[in-house]
């Protein structure tokens, strides 16, 4: 089944493109097996962290792979970085310059769409891997069926100079119920059959945050998950350059919204997941000073699992009352937003 291809005008560089090989490895470039893995590295201006993760992937023990970079900068990287990397001989590097930026979903969409591979490894240009990532990742992929379509692991964290584990409690149950209560596949860790995308779609492109997860629980109801508990990669969280979208919270809350939304019917029939998005919700639009749509969450989020009273604390904190009355105020306020009206995702979160 072939991939359908993005319409987008996007063109190659060809200059730049071209500047990466001479005469002779341009030649062996033609009869080059195809590739086995694509690496896909989106960039934003950042070309200094570019550097650091294009020398980890050059680094890889495994080498049958490609690497495509995806440049939204409206500076194109120098070509005395990109000639320093010329001389690994055994890579192919492709770089690709787009005309305007259209945000992180649409870059690793089009690096899949010009890809070769039959894997596909993702790596955000903040981030690095360790020397053995493909390896360790490749040698549990071949030898596993073809239900299993990602394979994922553990990596270390860099913040504010401080480096440790991200996952320190990762429990092996790998399935959709897991999946929805928290997005554990960290981006830059995961190795992904390009069948993936062939099933499921590609990333949302309307998605400004999350749309990593959105993805892969669309993944998960048709594939399975292998986990190594061994940290083969570390992601940057470090302060300084340009922002990481995880601290946008408008755009967290409307990635969250979008989320649920979607998948409405996975989230309906685990009541106290649900409660606790919408809980974060909630929380979030009062933190943003959208209080009537705020509470609006809160409220959704007691009727569906009354058993929390954490959003009838947020109620009350969130209205114009004492901590005398915060439970029989917030009780108040559930009962004038018409209890007994049925909680659907179209109310909420707009239609689907």
Same mark, same amino acid.
């Given at each position: 089944?072939?991939?359908?291809?993005? @319409?987008?005008?996007?063109?190659?560089?060809?200059?730049?493109? &071209?500047?990466?090989?001479?005469?002779?490895?341009?030649?062996?470039?033609?009869?080059?097996?195809?590739?086995?893995?694509?690496?896909?590295?989106?960039?934003?201006?950042?070309?200094?962290?570019? @550097?650091?993760?294009?020398?980890?992937?050059?680094?890889?023990?495994?080498?049958?792979?490609?690497?495509?970079?995806?440049?939204?900068?409206?500076?194109?990287?120098?070509?005395?970085?990109?000639?320093?990397?010329?001389?690994?001989?055994?890579?192919?590097?492709?770089?690709?310059?787009?005309?305007?930026?259209?945000?992180?979903?649409?870059?690793?969409?089009?690096?899949?769409?010009?890809?070769?591979? !039959?894997?596909?490894?993702?790596?955000?240009?903040?981030?690095? $891997?360790?020397?053995?990532?493909?390896?360790?990742?490749?040698?549990?992929?071949?030898?596993?069926?073809?239900?299993?379509?990602?394979?994922?692991?553990?990596?270390?964290?860099?913040?504010?100079?401080?480096?440790?584990?991200?996952?320190?409690?990762?429990?092996?149950?790998?399935?959709?119920?897991?999946?929805?209560?928290?997005?554990?596949?960290?981006?830059?860790?995961?190795?992904?059959?390009?069948?993936?995308?062939?099933?499921?779609?590609?990333?949302? !492109?309307?998605?400004?945050?999350?749309?990593? $997860?959105?993805?892969?629980?669309?993944?998960?109801?048709?594939?399975?998950?292998?986990? &190594?508990?061994?940290? &083969?990669?570390?992601?940057?969280?470090?302060?300084?350059?340009?922002?990481?979208?995880?601290?946008?919270?408008?755009?967290?809350?409307?990635?969250?919204?979008?989320?649920?939304?979607? @998948? $409405?019917?996975?989230?309906?029939?685990?009541?106290?997941?649900?409660?606790?998005?919408?809980?974060?919700?909630? /929380? /979030?639009?009062?933190?943003?000073?959208?209080?009537?749509?705020?509470?609006?969450?809160?409220?959704?989020?007691?009727?569906?699992?009354?058993?929390?009273?954490?959003?009838?604390?947020? &109620?009350?904190?969130?209205?114009?009352?004492?901590?005398?009355?915060?439970?029989?105020?917030?009780?108040?306020?559930?009962?004038? /937003?018409?209890?007994?009206?049925?909680?659907?995702?179209?109310?909420?979160?707009?239609?689907?």
């Amino acid at each position: 089944m072939q991939l359908a291809r993005a @319409h987008c005008p996007i063109e190659i560089d060809a200059d730049v493109h &071209l500047a990466l090989y001479s005469e002779e490895q341009h030649k062996e470039k033609k009869n080059m097996i195809n590739p086995k893995i694509s690496v896909i590295i989106p960039t934003y201006n950042r070309p200094d962290k570019l @550097h650091r993760a294009l020398v980890s992937v050059l680094s890889q023990s495994y080498r049958n792979f490609e690497t495509i970079i995806v440049d939204d900068s409206e500076s194109s990287i120098t070509g005395d970085m990109l000639e320093g990397f010329r001389r690994a001989q055994s890579d192919v590097l492709r770089y690709f310059k787009r005309e305007e930026r259209k945000g992180v979903a649409s870059a690793r969409n089009f690096g899949v769409n010009v890809s070769s591979g !039959e894997l596909i490894a993702f790596l955000d240009d903040d981030d690095e $891997w360790l020397p053995n990532k493909l390896e360790r990742q490749i040698n549990i992929i071949d030898k596993s069926s073809r239900k299993t379509g990602v394979v994922h692991c553990n990596c270390f964290v860099v913040n504010d100079n401080k480096k440790y584990l991200y996952h320190t409690n990762m429990l092996k149950d790998q399935s959709l119920d897991r999946l929805l209560e928290f997005d554990f596949v960290a981006n830059s860790t995961a190795l992904i059959r390009k069948e993936c995308f062939e099933q499921v779609g590609f990333f949302d !492109e309307r998605m400004a945050y999350g749309e990593d $997860w959105d993805f892969y629980i669309r993944v998960a109801k048709k594939f399975e998950f292998r986990y &190594l508990h061994e940290p &083969l990669a570390t992601m940057h969280w470090d302060k300084g350059g340009a922002p990481r979208l995880s601290v946008d919270l408008e755009k967290k809350t409307r990635g969250y919204q979008i989320i649920i939304n979607k @998948h $409405w019917q996975e989230f309906e029939k685990r009541k106290r997941t649900l409660a606790q998005y919408a809980t974060i919700i909630g /929380s /979030s639009l009062c933190r943003m000073t959208e209080y009537k749509r705020g509470r609006q969450y809160l409220i959704m989020a007691y009727k569906v699992y009354p058993l929390s009273i954490v959003p009838l604390l947020l &109620l009350a904190t969130n209205s114009p009352i004492s901590e005398s009355r915060i439970f029989q105020r917030a009780k108040q306020v559930i009962s004038k /937003s018409a209890l007994n009206e049925k909680v659907t995702s179209a109310h909420y979160f707009g239609a689907r």
